[in-house]
């Protein structure tokens, strides 16, 4: 517990960096070893429903890639050279020896990369339990409902045979209550970074929120309650800076460093979908039922976000972006998605429309995840920067 009690801010900053930098998972082999019962669970983005995991005495851990820290040298030979750079970090982390720690791998639906991974992770490592998890696309509970609740009682039979443990509904109501705080102390430190920018910048914001992709859920409470306590005592000055939504970079993450130099170019993110399944509820969820995998499958249905992740119109992914402007009163959008992202690359045009339709100034452009060269798009971020004060 002292370890995730930082005297500073800064030593929060410095622990969430080596989370983020440590490829061989030390956390989550440490976690592991205290207990016969426990596995670990690797997970792609997006969402996927972690309450299940943990109460079944197993750590659910973000699988993001390595970005530019790991050399790809086997991966590339796995996939194609037109998709998104994310897997073959991911498949050159198992094949390295990375992973073998884990028990288990969850792959979301998201695109089809996604499940092609999932296939080769089966064959590479096929002592291993991994499940490509299909989320509905139909939102009616007696169709799209019956069919998630199936697959997540699948998943729940499948996990307990890894350990022994049987899902209780007690056990499932205390992780909703822990998750439901976990969201809500992430929430408190996103007003931070929305209301004073200059406090908790976008790059520390997003080194912390990755330490939620790591640390056990109780242990990731009491930190981000102390890195709340801590910001709230900074006295910074602000700067001649504009407000900016990102949109775009919910799967594959922007290396740390483009985060940074958007910064850098004159622009504070006040929003952004980098991570986004770890907020993927915006509401407490019941947390004491009789039925509590029934209240995951609800959640999902009636209060999953309207972005490129899940099955909805452009029309509802046009207006929850032009709401996330209106409310941290942004100046501008900023679409920064990776190369060969369909399910961005395809949103992005009627996005962008959307955004000429109520007069919202945007650029866009494209990155892969161990991208190292900044300069043009620190270019274009500024020129933006610039062009919106001037309009202003």
């Known amino acids: 517990m002292e370890t995730w009690m930082p005297e500073t801010y800064d030593d929060a900053i410095t622990q969430s960096r080596a989370l983020f930098e440590d490829l061989t998972y030390t956390y989550p082999r440490e976690w592991k070893a205290k207990a016969d019962t426990r596995r670990l669970i690797g997970y792609l983005p997006i969402y996927i429903p972690r309450e299940i995991i943990h109460a079944l005495d197993m750590l659910p851990v973000g699988l993001f890639g390595a970005g530019d820290r790991l050399p790809v040298v086997r991966g590339d030979a796995f996939f194609q050279s037109y998709i998104c750079h994310l897997p073959r970090t991911v498949i050159e982390l198992a094949l390295n020896g990375n992973l073998d720690d884990f028990d288990g791998f969850i792959f979301p639906s998201i695109c089809d990369v996604i499940r092609n991974l999932s296939g080769i992770f089966r064959m590479k490592m096929g002592d291993r339990y991994v499940r490509y998890l299909d989320f509905p696309q139909n939102f009616n509970p007696e169709v799209g409902g019956t069919y998630y609740r199936s697959e997540l009682e699948r998943l729940i039979d499948d996990l307990s045979k890894l350990n022994g443990v049987v899902l209780t509904n007690s056990a499932l109501n205390k992780a909703i209550h822990l998750y439901n705080r976990n969201r809500n102390l992430l929430q408190r430190l996103d007003s931070i970074r929305v209301d004073r920018p200059h406090v908790v910048s976008a790059t520390d914001f997003y080194l912390i929120r990755r330490a939620g992709q790591i640390l056990e859920v109780e242990e990731c409470n009491r930190f981000w309650q102390r890195v709340i306590d801590l910001a709230d005592s900074i ?78 119109t452009e029309e509802a992914r046009g207006k929850a972006l032009l709401s996330q402007v209106q409310e941290q009163k942004a100046d501008g959008v900023i679409f920064c998605a990776p190369s060969f992202c369909d399910p961005a690359l395809l949103d992005r045009p009627a996005l962008e429309q959307s955004m000429d339709q109520n007069h919202i100034k945007h650029f866009s452009f494209q990155y892969h995840e161990n991208l190292g060269q900044f300069h043009v798009i620190k270019e274009q971020a500024g020129t933006f920067a610039d062009m919106v004060k001037l309009w202003e």
């Open 235 to 312: 006295v910074r000055e602000p700067e001649d800076k504009i407000r900016v939504v990102v949109s775009g970079s919910f799967c594959e993450q922007p290396p740390l460093g483009l985060i940074k130099t958007i910064e850098n170019a004159g622009c504070y993110i006040v929003e952004d979908d980098f991570q986004l399944g770890l907020n993927w509820f915006r509401h407490e969820l019941p947390a004491d039922t009789d039925d509590p995998l029934g209240v995951l499958v609800d959640a999902y249905l009636n209060h999953s976000p309207a972005s490129s992740a899940v099955y909805t």
